[in-house]
């Protein structure tokens, strides 16, 4: 790279700040310059917790990633090759971040986009800059960009408006200006009026801009490329003076087109600012009208009005192309870029198979729905816990006994003790310093056919026999004979016929007075006086008795058979049983945290040891 280029197609970027919309259109502009290496290098991030993450983006259709550093020590250790740090950050920030790039050896040019930076922070960035003879785009810049080669974050806009004005490919022209509003009009009106820019650079508006517009003419007037100026000033300052300088000496001596903004100042109140810090004539000199004759004076070639420069530019070009300056362009039709996906479906451009069917619930509009229900009517209503499950698991709304018989499903489920494995469990889990989740699921884990299998095989059996017509000393003979298996949801360790267990009586109780029909109840009774005959304890048990009852519910609610054969299918019956006892699971874990409970050991009088 020659000492009068900032930037060429190898320049490569950090950008200190996470600014994804910047990045990609950094990128989008090198996948249309045809570059061969990406121009942003990596990011820098204080915030993130790790030293180093990856941020994906695409490279045309290509999906790369830039690696994301906490510090721009740890980027610069790993980018070496990256010269230029374009920094993002605020105007509170701004000036240790500039200052620790300015005095990184590796970096030779530091852009800083921040407006308001204070006036005496960006004067001592300055002397830093002169001292180590490196270069400052900024403060309250834009950025610039070297046409063809690279962009500077959002300089330029759109990618639309970056090949409408010929910025992919590189033209005779170097333009240079205060405003950086002004340059995205500027560099539609060189294309249109030139072969197109060769560089651009927006300075910044701030009173004490890191780099002048004579910086840049300057380095423009030594690349060979550069075949005419173009520049915008403004009112207030006398930075335009060092041009008219140069133009007198001789240091510039290729035509440059330039215009002053701010003439209209002469009919508005003295001292009044135009947007930028610096645009406020102090003196007849800072006048625009003032710099613009002195200007046309030394030599350049100045508009009478704005609504002029147009064809001043064209001319001078036009001139330069007759003399046989101006150097054919090497032109090309640059790449389009891909669609992001999202605007390509937005558009109706695109057709993708979805991965997952969801039929229960919908998060995308202002409210949640639950199978149709907005989630604000169904609070707004109380509506309950038995009515949410009949949404998302039934896709039903459910009538006021199924509620019921649902949250009394679940509240009989919700602890059986700490002694049954699932509590056991969660329990241990949590004295060993396990957090809720792993607990809870170490204690859901146990669930299966020894423990909570009951309800899901009462269900199903029972089913089964009533379908099959059998009469229950058939369907006894079946389970001892066929199955070869004790009849599921029949037997009880502590109750008996003398010694009812209270939750089965509840349970029956509610059936019996809510349940139009209950056949599969009545059923499973008939089955438990052979069975308490034969020994008092083979009385129905709760969890039997929920996978029945629950069977009567779905014929209750009119479900077909294919439907009730579904709800089985699917695990629903699990789903109660995993549903209520995590609310105890959750119970005992809270339980041993308040406790502090120490590591759990099993007692050596509670092992049989043998040889």
């Known amino acids: 790279m020659e000492d009068y280029d900032l930037f060429d197609r190898k320049t490569q970027a950090i950008i200190y700040g996470f600014q994804r919309n910047a990045i990609q259109r950094m990128l989008d502009f090198d996948f249309i310059c045809k570059r061969d290496t990406p121009s942003v290098a990596a990011v820098i991030n204080p915030t993130q917790t790790a030293a180093k993450a990856y941020h994906k983006v695409f490279l045309g259709s290509k999906e790369i990633v830039v690696p994301i550093y906490k510090t721009l020590k740890l980027a610069t250790t790993y980018h070496p090759e990256a010269d230029v740090v374009i920094n993002f950050s605020s105007f509170r920030s701004a000036y240790p971040t500039s200052k620790e790039a300015l005095e990184t050896p590796t970096v030779r040019t530091v852009v800083i986009i921040a407006e308001g930076m204070p006036e005496r922070y960006s004067r001592l960035l300055i002397k830093l800059a002169e001292e180590s003879n490196k270069h400052i785009i900024g403060p309250a810049t834009v950025g610039g960009i070297k046409a063809g080669a690279f962009k500077i974050g959002n300089t330029a806009g759109t990618i639309e408006n970056i090949v409408l004005s010929k910025l992919y490919r590189p033209g005779s022209v170097g333009f240079v200006s205060k405003s950086g509003g002004l340059s995205n009009e500027m560099n539609f009106m060189i294309s249109q009026t030139t072969d197109g820019i060769n560089e651009g650079v927006a300075i910044g508006g701030d009173r004490f801009p890191g780099s002048k517009l004579i910086d840049h003419l300057r380095r423009y007037e030594a690349n060979p490329k550069i075949k005419m100026l173009v520049a915008l000033g403004e009112i207030g300052g006398i930075d335009e003076y060092a041009i008219v300088d140069a133009l007198k000496n001789g240091t510039i001596k290729k035509p440059i087109v330039i215009w002053v903004a701010g003439t209209a100042a002469r009919i508005l109140p003295k001292g009044l600012q135009f947007g930028h810090a610096g645009a406020m004539a102090g003196s007849d000199r800072e006048t625009a009208e003032a710099k613009n004759q002195a200007l046309r004076d030394a030599g350049a070639i100045v508009p009478d009005s704005y609504e002029d420069l147009d064809k001043l530019i064209r001319k001078t070009f036009a001139k330069l192309k007759e003399e046989g300056i101006i150097e054919p362009i090497d032109e090309f039709e640059p790449p389009k870029i891909p669609l992001d996906f999202k605007d390509a479906v937005r558009l109706g451009l695109v057709r993708r198979p979805t991965d997952v069917v969801v039929s229960i619930s919908d998060d995308r509009g202002d409210v949640p729905t639950f199978a149709g229900v907005g989630l604000d009517s169904i609070v707004r209503d109380n509506k309950s816990i038995g009515y949410v499950i009949g949404l998302l698991w039934f896709k039903r709304k459910l009538p006021d006994f199924a509620h019921q018989f649902i949250e009394m499903v679940i509240k009989l489920t919700a602890d059986h003790g700490p002694a049954v494995s699932g509590a056991h469990n969660a329990i241990i889990t949590a004295r060993a310093g396990k957090d809720l989740m792993s607990s809870l699921a170490s204690g859901i884990l146990t669930i299966g056919p020894r423990f909570g299998g009951a309800i899901s095989d009462a269900a199903k059996y029972i089913r089964q026999a009533l379908q099959d017509k059998m009469n229950p000393p058939e369907f006894i003979a079946y389970m001892k004979d066929v199955a070869k298996i004790n009849i599921p949801g029949i037997g009880h360790r502590i109750k008996s016929v003398q010694n009812p267990d209270v939750r089965v009586q509840l349970l029956k109780e509610f059936v019996f007075k809510n349940f139009e029909k209950h056949p599969h109840l009545d059923y499973a009774l008939e089955v438990e006086k052979l069975t308490t005959s034969k020994r008092n304890n083979l009385i129905l048990n709760v969890d039997g008795c929920i996978g029945i009852t629950f069977l009567d519910l779905l014929e209750n609610l009119n479900f077909t058979k294919e439907e009730i054969d579904d ?45």
């Open 567 to 611: 709800v089985i299918y699917s695990e629903a019956l699990n789903g109660l049983f995993v549903l209520g006892r995590s609310i105890g699971m959750m119970g005992h874990f809270f339980d041993q945290k308040r406790q502090r409970a120490a590591l759990f050991r099993q007692p050596w009088d509670e092992i049989l040891f043998t040889d």
